[in-house]
């Protein structure tokens, strides 16, 4: 799976699980997030109105630390009607929405958040 490009936060909301939030991101490319968020646990603010970089790739970074605020890793559990699900070592959950490029259940994926300031 490969997706890359500046999505908008357009919703924070909380969860029922203490320090996790839920972000709601769109692209002018038509694609939708959704990802629960560790906010407290990673240290990272993003907020409603952000602007965030984010990369989906079946490779890892080997800058990660450098070139990514976030860096997680997960597997695609999910594909179906345009919509991916991901599962993130640690429990979180991401849903791309309207992905409609090449993926399949079992990838190995690797997510970086980078909050453009």
């Known amino acids: 799976m490969q997706l890359s490009g500046d999505f908008k936060v357009m919703d924070v909301k909380g969860t029922d ?24 646990a990673v240290g990272v603010d993003i907020k409603q109105g952000d602007n965030v970089r984010v990369s989906i790739s079946n490779e890892k970074d080997p800058n990660y630390s450098s070139n990514w605020d976030v860096y997680m890793n997960g597997v695609v559990y999910y594909v179906g009607g345009n919509n991916v699900k991901i599962s993130i070592g640690g429990g979180l959950l991401m849903d791309v929405n309207n992905f409609k490029n090449d993926v399949k259940v079992g990838e190995k994926v690797y997510i970086g958040l980078k909050v453009l300031r």
């Open 17 to 40: 699980y203490r320090g996790i939030v839920r972000l709601e991101m769109s692209s002018e490319s038509g694609v939708s997030l959704a990802l629960e968020y560790p906010r407290n």
